[in-house]
């Protein structure tokens, strides 16, 4: 085995290298697997921790890739493409594997974003607050100038953009039932 599971901060677990690698080696690899709103919910508890968010659709993360922990100074980055932890400098046998964490919530949150102007369904919460007219398709796929503010805990981010129109565009999204979805909507 090239890493192993010991102490770490991501629910008590963390990932060392069992061994050396060298800057660009393939760390640690992953196949996420697809869950649906059912499957989510069937989920043993604790488990939640481990589901990510891309283009609308939840994934579970397997182990050990479920327990790199996040660094400002990662010694990997996610290559999401092929599914793995790549690493970015010269990483010895010991030492924590860690990821950039923000890159990962960055990724779900343009996702999410990709499929919002795609017209995905179930991407707005039920009980979702509006301020003004719903985005027509053709202002979802103008939405242009996003920037993101992401709160504590990837659990919720606040998108601020322009649209088709040169309106001004709020969403204030929230991670529910392992999926980001648009609790808060704002158009003027």
Not at 1 to 20: K, N, P
Not at 64 to 72: D, G, I, Q
């Amino acid at each position: 085995m090239d890493v192993l599971i010991g102490v770490g901060s991501l629910a008590g677990r963390g990932v060392y290298a069992a061994r050396d690698f060298e800057a660009g080696e393939v760390v640690v690899g992953y196949r996420l697997r697809p869950l649906d709103e059912a499957e989510y919910l069937a989920l043993p508890a604790g488990e939640e921790l481990f589901v990510h968010s891309y283009g609308g659709r939840r994934f579970l993360y397997p182990a050990p890739a479920r327990f790199v922990n996040h660094s400002a100074d990662p010694s990997c980055y996610q290559d999401f493409d092929r599914g793995c932890d790549v690493a970015l400098r010269p990483i010895t046998r010991g030492e924590p594997i860690t990821i950039d964490a923000t890159e990962e919530t960055a990724r779900e949150l343009s996702t999410f974003l990709d499929a919002y102007r795609d017209g995905v369904d179930g991407l707005v919460a039920a009980d979702a607050v509006r301020w003004g007219p719903e985005l027509t398709a053709e202002q979802r796929r103008g939405i242009t100038g996003v920037d993101w503010l992401v709160g504590t805990g990837r659990w919720e981010a606040l998108c601020s953009a322009e649209v088709t129109g040169a309106r001004h565009l709020s969403l204030l999204l929230k991670v529910i039932t392992g999926n980001w979805q648009i609790v808060y909507q704002h158009l003027g």
